[in-house]
């Protein structure tokens, strides 16, 4: 069912993680021209996202602001929404962005005590799970305690009462960002495959927030999204063959993400995948999956290569002769 009241992110707040690049940043700019506040929470900032801050720094319109954010840390995460509270008194859109793509540094194929990985043996996780899944779970989880028993800021806030609590008539919005890797199986990046399939699974089982509370919990589920992610890794890239492959922009699925958290008929639990020039809406049941055409946006022509990298890593003993 759609919501019974309206939404439009003018006059809103955003809280946005990862929005220091690439997708996060262009839907930070897109709610920005839009008179939203935005919250800019990352590890760090690219030049292009300092000046997007510094352009809504002044005046009265929307305005940008930055917290340094480790999403890995709750305390961090904590700090986060006290910030944007402190801020602005109130939250109504929330974003948990952050994600990466089976870096080498928290990779399966490249298990925790081999040479190029971080997860280091007696730490008892994966930085990839807790960036990509971890993060957006316990997000959405703090987002909602917000919402259902605000508080007001902390003392030295200009702002001294509770903002009132969500409800069907005082709506509120989580936008998460999956990928059309939680529709298919990918042999080269299966924990990456499994945060985001994980993420989907997730989305669709809060559906019932929407017209129970009004709190409505969608995601996009981007293709080959033409971002410092890809662009500025030849490990990654590799798998796309420049020629043919198609690449999606940032700012259309910032479009999409925005279709997300307005518009009447994307209610909780819908997933839009986004390709080159065209978005779809992903069934919960029996979906096609992503359509294969390399114009599309969507599928990389040259995943062989990675796969392939795969098999010569299983062979060296540096990376899998670790043994616990």
């Known amino acids: 069912m759609a919501s019974i009241v309206p939404?439009?992110?003018?006059g809103k707040t955003a809280i946005i993680t990862g929005a220091g690049s690439g997708i996060n940043l262009a839907f930070a700019e897109l709610l920005l021209s839009?008179?939203?506040?935005?919250?800019?929470?990352?590890?760090?900032?690219?030049?292009?996202?300092?000046?997007?801050?510094?352009?809504?720094?002044?005046?009265?319109?929307?305005?940008?602001?930055?917290?340094r954010t480790d999403v890995t840390s709750w305390s961090d995460l904590s700090k986060?929404?006290?910030f944007a509270l402190e801020k602005h008194g109130d939250f109504d859109i929330v974003c948990p962005g952050a994600g990466v793509y089976e870096p080498h540094w928290s990779n399966f194929w490249h298990p925790p005590g081999s040479s190029?990985?971080?997860?280091?043996?007696?730490?008892?996780?994966?930085?990839?799970?807790?960036i990509n899944l971890t993060h957006p779970i316990r997000v959405t989880q703090m987002a909602i305690s917000h919402w259902l028993h605000p508080r007001p800021p902390a003392d030295g806030s200009k702002f001294t009462a509770p903002p009132p609590k969500?409800?069907?008539?005082?709506?509120?919005?989580?936008?998460?960002?999956?990928?059309?890797?939680?529709?298919?199986?990918t042999f080269r990046a299966p924990l990456y495959a499994a945060s985001k399939f994980g993420l989907s699974g997730f989305i669709r089982s809060l559906a019932q927030l929407e017209p129970r509370l009004g709190v409505r919990v969608n995601a996009v589920a981007p293709g080959i999204v033409r971002t410092p992610l890809w662009m500025e890794h030849p490990e990654k890239l590799m798998n796309v063959d420049l020629a043919q492959d198609a690449w999606v922009t940032p700012q259309e699925v910032a479009q999409a993400m925005l279709s997300c958290v307005e518009r009447g008929e994307h209610f909780g639990g819908t997933v839009l995948e986004?390709?080159?020039?065209?978005?779809?809406?992903?069934?919960?049941?029996?979906?096609?999956?992503?359509?294969?055409?390399?114009s599309k946006g969507l599928i990389t022509s040259n995943s062989a290569?990675?796969?392939?990298?795969?098999?010569d890593w299983l062979q060296e003993e540096a990376i899998w002769g670790v043994h616990t």
């Open 305 to 311: 290569l990675g796969d392939g990298e795969i098999v």
């Open 116 to 130: 190029e990985s971080r997860d280091a043996l007696d730490k008892d996780h994966y930085a990839l799970l807790d």
């Open 166 to 185: 969500v409800s069907i008539g005082n709506p509120k919005r989580i936008i998460h960002i999956s990928s059309v890797a939680a529709q298919i199986p």
């Open 274 to 294: 986004v390709g080159a020039g065209n978005t779809r809406k992903v069934k919960t049941y029996n979906d096609p999956g992503p359509d294969p055409d390399p």
């Open 34 to 67: 839009r008179n939203c506040n935005v919250v800019f929470a990352d590890l760090e900032l690219r030049p292009e996202a300092k000046d997007v801050i510094s352009k809504y720094q002044s005046g009265d319109g929307s305005q940008a602001s930055y917290i």
């Open 80 to 82: 986060m929404f006290h």
């Open 7 to 10: 939404f439009s992110v003018s």
